[in-house]
């Protein structure tokens, strides 16, 4: 069992990667 903390460390991480791919991909459709 990992700690309670490292999960959400890592939901946080993968999240703002997915943010961030999606938030550049509309940033560059918008700018085409």
């Known amino acids: 069992m990992r700690p309670w903390y490292e999960t ?3 939901f946080l991480i993968g999240a703002g990667i997915w943010v961030g791919l999606i938030i550049g991909a509309l940033y560059l459709a918008g700018d085409l």
């Open 8 to 10: 959400i460390v890592h």
